[in-house]
């Protein structure tokens, strides 16, 4: 059954391993490494917007130039583009040139560089594996990128950090690089065939409309969304919340980055569960017991400073995750079809991904005026909010949808 998913898609998956190992290692070091330069909150929130706000920018564009390109040549050159921007970040840190600024400046090209990356990722799937071959496709490629950027990243940030923040930037660095090189070793043409020539703006509209007026589709990248700007809003702060002797948890960057492996460690765990979570519940069930377990990942922090309650809630919260990925990624690629998938994938992730920035802003902002505790406290009720889309959700309009 292994060999079913084919040479090819292994390849794909190891550069998918290396390449998120890479982003495990940024998503944590970046903030750690800020808090060395400023201990402002709306400063250290402002890079996670700063990562995620081309998501709001250059989303749309992305998925139409995944349908344009060949979609392995467009990850290949978004991971040299990330090589190059952190590398130069690291020269500068261990020259003595590094600053806050110099953080926003690369967080905002790594960024950019992830829209095409990561809508690529996305679409070159059913390109390599059959129809019924996509949720056990899905689940081992989230099971590598879940586990090496929360579970193994993290950790790895926190001793690198320690070390040196050249150290922390270096690593990554090497990581993509290593994952451009296992890219090359794929084979194969995975450029969509177009019919015409059509304009981009012409492309752009083609995809949003297809996902618009699909009720289904549309409902999860809401729901997907709402809980994206909660989670974000929560995890832009929760640093000043766990590190240092004068937080509440008052835990070193070496401990806080094992904190940070809880909802990895679910992740793995669900990668092999999620399919017989699936069948055992229906997907309907499934997924409205994701939206409670993230809703306790945000909520319980503002609820307890115990840090292994918050990792045991952190771990429950990993599985509910990857179960609503697999479900809902695998649909959505049986939904759509091959020529539309980048679009789709890129408007669905322009409303899903697209509330980061904008929860990043607002956790920094209530941190700043109420106190870290107050953004936990807060966004968990919006993350129950999302319990009113399963109305949409049930079992006999997503098989509707698929049929």
């Keep these: 059954?292994?060999?079913?998913?084919?040479?090819?898609?292994?390849?794909?998956?190891?550069?998918?391993?290396?390449?998120?190992?890479?982003?495990?290692?940024?998503?944590?070091?970046l903030p750690l490494v800020a808090v060395q330069f400023t201990r402002s909150p709306v400063l250290v929130a402002g890079l996670a917007f700063a990562v995620t706000v081309p998501w709001?920018?250059?989303?749309?564009?992305?998925?139409?130039?995944?349908?344009?390109?060949?979609?392995?040549?467009a990850m290949i050159g978004a991971n040299v583009v990330r090589t190059v921007a952190l590398?130069?970040?690291?020269?500068?840190?261990?020259?003595?040139?590094?600053?806050?600024?110099?953080l926003y400046a690369v967080a905002l090209c790594i960024g950019t560089a992830e829209t095409?990356?990561?809508?690529?990722a996305q679409s070159i799937i059913p390109q390599m594996v059959a129809r019924e071959g996509l949720s056990r496709?899905?689940?081992?490629?989230?099971?590598?990128?879940?586990?090496?950027?929360?579970?193994?990243?993290?950790?790895?940030?926190?001793?690198?950090?320690?070390?040196?923040?050249?150290?922390?930037?270096?690593a990554p660095v090497a990581l993509w690089a290593l994952a451009v090189a296992a890219l090359l070793l794929v084979r194969g043409t995975y450029r969509v065939q177009r019919e015409h020539r059509t304009t981009l703006r012409a492309d752009i509209a083609e995809g949003l409309k297809f996902l618009v007026h699909h009720r289904v589709l549309r409902t999860m990248a809401a729901m997907v969304g709402m809980s994206n700007f909660a989670t974000n809003a929560a995890f832009s702060v929760f640093v000043l919340h766990a590190v240092g002797p004068a937080s509440a948890l008052g835990l070193s960057e070496q401990s806080f980055g094992l904190l940070m492996t809880g909802v990895a460690a679910g992740s793995l765990v669900g990668s092999f569960v999620a399919e017989r979570i699936e069948k055992l519940l229906g997907r309907s069930r499934a997924l409205a017991?994701?939206?409670?377990?993230?809703?306790?990942?945000?909520?319980?922090?503002?609820?307890?400073?115990?840090?292994?309650?918050?990792?045991?809630?952190?771990?429950?919260?990993?599985i509910g995750l990857m179960t609503w990925n697999v479900i809902t990624v695998s649909?959505?690629?049986?939904?759509?079809?091959?020529?539309?998938?980048?679009?789709?994938?890129?408007?669905?992730?322009?409303?899903?991904?697209?509330?980061?920035?904008?929860?990043?802003?607002?956790?920094?902002?209530?941190a700043q005026l109420l106190g870290v505790n107050a953004v936990f406290l807060a966004v968990a009720p919006l993350v129950l909010l999302q319990l009113l889309g399963m109305r949409v959700l049930t079992d006999a309009n997503l098989a509707a949808a698929e049929r």
């Design 1 to 29: 059954m292994e060999n079913a998913l084919g040479a090819q898609y292994w390849k794909l998956w190891a550069s998918s391993g290396l390449s998120n190992l890479a982003d495990g290692v940024v998503k944590v070091a």
């Design 56 to 73: 709001l920018l250059f989303a749309l564009p992305a998925g139409a130039l995944a349908d344009r390109l060949d979609r392995r040549r």
């Design 87 to 102: 590398g130069v970040l690291a020269l500068a840190v261990l020259t003595g040139f590094g600053s806050i600024w110099a």
């Design 116 to 120: 095409i990356y990561d809508t690529s």
């Design 137 to 170: 496709a899905n689940s081992k490629l989230y099971a590598v990128e879940l586990t090496a950027n929360e579970f193994v990243g993290p950790p790895l940030a926190g001793f690198l950090v320690a070390a040196g923040a050249a150290f922390a930037f270096g």
């Design 289 to 318: 017991l994701s939206v409670l377990t993230t809703a306790g990942v945000v909520g319980v922090p503002g609820l307890t400073t115990n840090p292994f309650v918050i990792a045991a809630v952190f771990f429950v919260g990993g």
């Design 331 to 366: 649909l959505r690629q049986r939904i759509t079809p091959d020529r539309l998938l980048g679009r789709v994938n890129s408007g669905y992730r322009l409303l899903a991904w697209g509330s980061m920035p904008l929860g990043a802003v607002a956790g920094g902002l209530i």
